[in-house]
């Protein structure tokens, strides 16, 4: 998901954790979402870590499931997602940066200006000058190395 408004970003991002499609979201699929998002470490010991793993379960199951009745279903998601924006990627990242974003959608559309944060303006700008000054459209072979560029 790319380009879209706060609810198709909200049902993309639902449909992501739903992992068995039931079009709801369990305790035990917020664990698979969860699971590993934190490393042993710095004094953490592996017990230690799947404790606060349970820990962010009920955190993410008392933030999300707005009626209280077990199970996060679309409609409870997207009204915690409306009161907190945040809570969008509660169970696990799912979304691309903005930065990557911008990179793609200026190596895939001549409308970049369009989805681009004040950000990269500066760099894409004078990249854009540079193409202009050059002969012909952009070649594939420039947008393919660009787009590896940007995901490795």
Known sequence: MIRGDTDEITEFCYNVYDMNGDNTLGREELELCLKGCLMPGYGLEVEEIEDAERDLVD??????????????????????????????????PCLISPKCMSRFLYTVTWDY????????????????????????????????????????
């Open 59 to 92: 955190i993410a199951m008392k933030k999300l499931d707005v009626n209280r009745d077990g199970v996060i279903t679309f409609e409870d998601f997207q009204t915690a997602v409306r009161r907190d924006p945040l809570l969008v990627q509660a169970c696990g």
């Open 113 to 152: 200006r369009t989805y681009t944060s004040e950000l990269l303006n500066n760099t894409v700008t004078s990249r854009k000058s540079k193409e202009m000054k050059g002969s012909g459209p952009r070649q594939s072979s420039t947008n393919l190395s660009t787009i590896f560029d940007i995901f490795h």
